[in-house]
Nanobody, 115 residues
Framework: QVQLVESGGGLVQSGGSLRLSCAAS????????VSWYRRAPGKERDLVAR????????YYVDSVKGRFTISRDNAKNTVYLQMNSLKPEDTAVYYC????????WGQGTQVTVSS
């Protein structure tokens, strides 16, 4: 059974940090690029960051560059999103996605940043 399970969300004050985790099972995780997306209230789901299957290349949307870091541990089938200097506009449900032809989604984890 394919699963992506996000964790690590919560409520944090502006300027704080959180680390999200995305744990995968049921497929060959190391062959998949993994992305973090987020959906803010009333908005579309947008790409935040992406990491290639071997973790060599990363991509960040401009609004999080220098604040967020995506990484992965293929031995643990897990991808992380370290989020620093959080802002109220980072408030959203964060989803991880694994893609390599097929595409899998997690259920999401809520991140709320208070001002």
């Amino acid at each position: 059974q394919v699963q992506l399970v996000e964790s690590g969300g919560g409520l944090v004050q502006s300027g704080g940090s959180l680390r999200l985790s995305c744990a995968a099972s049921g497929f060959t995780f190391s062959r998949y690029a993994v992305s973090w997306y987020r959906r803010a209230p009333g908005k579309e789901r947008d790409l935040v960051a992406r990491i290639t299957s071997a973790g060599v290349t990363t991509y960040y949307v401009d609004s999080v560059k220098g604040r967020f870091t995506i990484s992965r541990d293929n031995a643990k089938n897990t991808v992380y999103l370290q989020m620093n200097s959080l802002k109220p506009e980072d408030t959203a449900v964060y989803y991880c996605n694994a893609a390599s032809g097929l595409s899998y989604w997690g259920q999401g984890t809520q991140v709320t940043v208070s001002s």
